[in-house]
């Protein structure tokens, strides 16, 4: 397991950019010491880096109440995430513990697919401790605090939510262990490169973008997925625009389904209720497993080198 690191925090007096995404010396210095997993380093947040924080909240809190699933709307209770003020994980973890056991891990940077996976399935969230410019709120194309804390973090109260995650996991988790019994490396590589790719698809039309009826069987439909719950123009959009597709959710759909982060999306699945959802990551197990996944349409994502060594190499231990 990755442990902690203790980068040693510089004075906040003569670092003017704070916690800022894409200027922050903190991580740049933490990235140049190879260290991923890190501590957060609160007193470094400027009070533009606040002030942020207050615009994205009080900007999304209306559209929550409007367009968020219950639980969500539940989970930001039970974290009493706060208007005025930037999280400290710590304290977000010490409200996580009980309810599902998962714990927020910051981080400096891209966690490799494998990694990233394999934390969902420890129950351990990898966030992102750096927050948008207070005058760039509409669209970021990496994730920052705001991104993780206040779109993913809530469902993580969820019991029945947060086993999805952690069952996730284990499906990227035995991909890597069928990869590694392949004998063959261009076939080996050619198969883990579909697998990323239908489980990247899921996790986009589920836990980034997902949509899901209010209850069981209701025509009204509510926003689970991350990406729009942090997003002040397109969790609306997804409900509410006749320019959005919004099926049922059909595995053979998904998995062969690409997409582009740069835009709105025009489509969207939506499942019928948490268990629904459960149920379809079983599924996907079992499609994995059955040699489903092993090629898939081509398109969007595309699979760096770094995500496909994370499947390749990784350490697989019985725990």
């Not at 990898?126 to 991104?147: A, G, M, Q, V, W």
């Not at 509510?222 to 997804?238: C, D, K, M, P, Q």
């Not at 948490?274 to 081509?298: C, I, T």
């Amino acid at each position: 397991m990755n442990q902690t690191a203790t980068i040693e925090a510089p004075d906040s007096s003569n670092t003017t950019s704070g916690l800022t995404t894409t200027n922050a010396p903190f991580i740049e210095t933490a990235q140049e010491r190879g260290e991923l997993f890190i501590a957060q380093p609160y007193d470094l947040y400027s009070e533009d880096n606040q002030e942020a924080w207050r615009r994205l909240y009080a900007r999304l809190l209306p559209r929550w109440r409007s367009y968020a699933h219950p639980r969500f709307l539940e989970g930001v209770e039970n974290l009493a995430l706060s208007a005025e003020a930037v999280p400290r994980l710590e304290d977000i973890n010490r409200f996580l513990a009980p309810l599902s056991g998962f714990e927020a891990k910051a981080v400096s940077g891209y966690v490799p697919a494998y990694l990233f996976f394999d934390c969902l399935r420890r129950r351990e969230f990898p966030t992102t401790i750096t927050i948008r410019d207070k005058n760039s709120l509409d669209y970021l194309p990496e994730p920052d605090i705001f991104h993780d804390v206040a779109g993913h973090v809530p469902m993580h109260t969820d019991r029945q939510f947060s086993d999805v995650l952690v069952r996730f996991g284990e499906v990227a988790r035995q991909a890597a262990f069928r990869a590694k019994a392949m004998p063959v490396r261009e076939e080996r590589i050619r198969v883990v490169e579909s697998n990323i790719k239908a489980l990247a698809r899921f996790f986009w039309f589920t836990v980034e973008f997902g949509l899901m009826r209010k209850s069981p069987g209701s025509e009204e439909l509510r926003v689970y997925g991350s990406g729009l719950l942090s997003s002040f123009g397109e969790i609306e959009h997804a409900i509410e625009s006749s320019r959005v597709q919004r099926f049922p959710f059909q595995l053979e759909w998904v998995i062969n389904q690409y997409f582009e982060i740069d835009h709105y999306q025009p489509l969207l699945f939506v499942v019928d209720s948490f268990a629904d959802l459960f149920a379809q990551v079983e599924r996907l197990e079992r499609w994995l497993v059955d040699g489903k996944l092993d090629s898939v349409s081509p398109g969007e994502p595309a699979i760096n080198e770094e995500d496909l060594r994370s499947f390749l190499n990784a350490s697989i231990t019985e725990s």
